[in-house]
């Protein structure tokens, strides 16, 4: 008689993992929306889209910790999943022209930074040296996600509450600033492994 063994359940499709192809699916979701920057009924829909990808953020986090479901998989997507929705949602505003003049330079460092530190991960990955998300690092995303709730708002939002946008712009400088700080660490604590390589 064959003894029958239960099936285990793949790793791909664990509670946490799904939360994170949620907020990979919310990304040319939102930029759909976006496309339609006048139209008041897409920006609030698009508001619905960017504050739901950014509760998966983080409640995959918090199920991948609490029932043990952190996997090789979801800590490769879920970094990747957060930078593609602040980068389209940044070239999007830039383009509708929600964020203008010099708050341009507050997206650009935006995205150099999340392409510098990218680089930087992968380079030590192959190292085996891991780099750790300081607190600040952790504020600043809170920051730039809540500047480009307002900002993905934008003019639709200023029916509800005036001043929308402005708030979106000064949150963003302040995530830009936080940027640069959060940049510089994780460059100094990784820039020596670099240098030592031979």
Known sequence: MNAVFP?????????ANCLTYGRLVAVPVLVALLFWPEEHTARFAALGVFIAAGITDYLDGYVARTYAQSSALGRMLDPIADKLLVAACLLMLVADHTIGGT???AAIVILCREVLVSGLREYLAELKVGVPVSKVAKYKTTVQLVS???LVAGPAGETILPGTVTIGLVLLWIAAALTLYTGWDYMRAGIRHVIDEP
């Open 7 to 15: 099936q285990r359940r793949s790793q791909a499709w664990t509670l």
């Open 103 to 105: 708050s341009v330079w």
């Open 148 to 150: 480009l709730g307002f």
